[in-house]
């Protein structure tokens, strides 16, 4: 990052009042990932470049020169020690414990540490920092990060980037009940809790707090905040102890304002926030009182929030609704939208130039073969759901060359206990419209699906969305429409939905997936991708990868077809593939 871009970071979060920096080393740059230098902005500085903030010491110590005491600094640590990429060679504590002595050192006011489940592996490594022989963690507050459990695939899915360990006591706990979201959150509740209170049991210097990450589903932090006491029922003059602190700022421990016995009165009724962001809270054991109604009722579907906080009970990707606190468009910050590190994607994806290369990627993955992942695919194996409609999507893919990235088949009252498409609680029923959402040629989209799907037989069993890479947008509904494709029917509830589709969060995705095109361009095109040797005829190879994966971005549209019929398998694919057979008449 350039110093130009942070000093404007820290300036803006002082106009706005904000004391509290998380200070972390962060994803490479763009161009350290894929080394092109015509995406370097000649007009900068050169003074000014990435390689001054290389690791979170340097942004501690710039932080801390150019702006003395005035932020409380927090910096990054691993419980079980820190992992790059995919497949980590070694992970330890003990390889990281001299870079977090030096960051500690540089300025640091307190410590806050990646997820983890293994409790007994959090207090060892809490205890191995206060007994540390250089003394500089034997006061500073050190905060548990902590990530209630939503369902259990985000569960493995989430440790397996973060490498934190799942205790094999977590899994036998959950392994029963995987196919109940319902189960597995109350569940992660009791396991969450349980660590919290273990470490709440084990002595600290100072106030203890807790981070949470809650991937912006709030109910079971509040359950396990309401389990925990961690916002305590309080005395009478709550209020009035909360006023007294309105101006001192939570964690400012920098300088003068360093913390003794009694420079902070009432520990009971101080608040231990060391960040806030869109996807994670913190939360202290000495918090302020008289807050926790508020939180619960919206934790339990009633409040200023009602019914919307019961929308997240079953998170399910990006098919969710925009409305929804767990819903967040693209970060247009972010290095890479890709699934794998940029520089490991020519070897799983090659140098393709022509649609026919590009087909041939998609069918050997649907059929089970290398690459076991797709670019615009975050899981590294297919749904079991994918097999019942692979003939489907194969034809798809290969007909017309319209690339398939989501699907689902229909399904007409299943158990909600299905090996398959089962979910929820137990003693349910599960339903599933069809759908599909494929990449295809403009002109294919003009001149044969479109008018496909607004025929007089076709349109009244189908709606659609469609957009292109230039922000043009198109569908068959109004704004306003949202349409549920997986619901449920369970006891004692109301109907549930866990997938909806609809304008909004199409649009984000569209945008999303149309730069991942973007992101594919650049890997193989990347100066730093070239073979030993620089052979002239592979590097002309690459550069016509390149220029034909941009012409993909801009020359394809993006489209997401769903079938109303959903009994009996549903008519979705039938219809799509008559369309499809038009076209190649039209050959």
């Known amino acids: 990052m350039r110093r130009k871009v942070v000093d404007e970071a820290l300036e803006a979060a002082k106009a706005l009042g904000v004391m509290n920096i998380l200070a972390l080393r962060g994803d490479a740059p ?133 490498h934190a360990k799942l205790p094999i006591e977590l899994l036998d706990r959950l ?99 060391p960040t806030s962001s869109l996807s994670s809270a913190s939360s202290s054991l000495h918090t302020h009182s008289n807050r926790s109604p508020s939180i619960l009722t919206t934790t339990h579907g009633t409040g200023a929030l009602s019914r919307e906080a019961t929308w997240d009970d079953y998170p399910n990707g990006r098919f969710g609704d925009a409305r929804s606190p767990a819903f967040a468009p693209p970060l247009s910050y972010s290095p890479s939208t890709l699934p794998i590190p940029p ?107 479109r008018p496909h799907l607004e025929s007089v037989n076709v349109r009244e069993q189908v709606s659609w969305y469609a957009a292109d890479d230039c922000g043009a947008f198109d569908s068959s509904e109004s704004s306003e429409a949202v349409h549920a494709v997986t619901w449920g029917m369970f006891p004692g509830k109301e109907i549930a939905t866990a997938t909806i589709v609809e304008e909004v969060s199409f649009r984000a995705w569209a945008e999303e997936a149309f730069g991942v095109w973007a992101e594919w361009a650049r890997c193989v095109g990347g100066v730093g991708n070239c073979e030993e040797g620089g052979e002239e005829g592979a590097a002309r190879k690459r550069s016509r990868a390149r220029e034909f994966l941009k012409e993909c971005k801009e020359g394809y549209w993006l489209v997401n077809v769903i079938g109303h019929e959903f009994r009996n398998g549903g008519n979705l694919w039938e219809l799509l593939l008559e369309a499809a057979e038009k076209g190649q008449q039209a050959r």
């Open 343 to 449: 520089h490991l994607a020519p070897r799983l994806w090659g140098n393709p130039t022509t649609p026919s290369a590009i087909t041939a990627l998609f069918t050997a993955h649907l059929s089970g073969n290398s690459p076991s992942q797709l670019p615009w695919s975050d899981s590294q194996s297919l749904s079991p759901e994918t097999a019942l409609i692979l003939p489907h999507l194969l034809a798809l893919n290969s007909r017309r060359d319209w690339w398939t990235i989501a699907s689902q088949p229909a399904v007409d009252g299943l158990p909600s206990s299905h090996s398959i498409h089962g979910w929820g609680p137990a003693g349910g029923f599960v339903f599933q419209k069809a759908f599909v959402e494929f990449f295809l040629l403009a002109s294919d989209w003009h001149q044969i699906l």
């Open 175 to 273: 392994e029963g009940v995987k196919g109940d979201d319902e189960a597995v959150k109350l569940a992660g509740v009791d396991a969450v809790s349980e660590i919290v209170e273990r470490i709440q049991q084990f002595e600290s210097n100072g106030p203890r707090g807790f981070h949470f990450y809650t991937l912006n589903l709030e109910k079971a932090v509040g359950y396990i905040v309401e389990r925990c006491r961690l916002i305590p029922q309080g005395r009478d003059d709550t209020d009035e102890q909360v006023n007294t602190f309105s101006d001192v700022p939570a964690l400012m421990l920098n300088g003068t304002n360093k913390p003794n016995a009694t420079s902070i009165p009432s520990l009971d009724a101080s608040v231990l926030d």
């Open 30 to 162: 763009r161009e350290h990932e894929y080394r092109l230098i015509e995406e370097r902005n000649a007009e900068e500085d050169e003074r000014d470049g990435n390689e001054e903030f290389t690791w979170a010491i340097d942004l501690v110590r710039y932080i801390r020169k150019t702006h003395g005491d005035y932020f409380c600094i927090g910096v990054a640590a691993y419980p079980e020690g820190h992992a790059d990429e995919s497949y980590p060679r070694e992970q330890d504590l003990k390889h990281d414990l001299p870079h977090l002595v030096e960051k500690t050192k540089a300025g640091a006011d307190f410590i806050m540490t990646q997820l983890f489940y293994d409790v007994n592996a959090y207090l060892k490594f809490e205890k191995d920092l206060r007994e540390h022989e250089s003394g500089v963690f034997a006061d500073i507050p050190i905060i548990p990060g902590l990530m209630p459990i939503q369902s259990f695939d985000i569960l493995k899915r989430t440790t397996k980037l973060s």
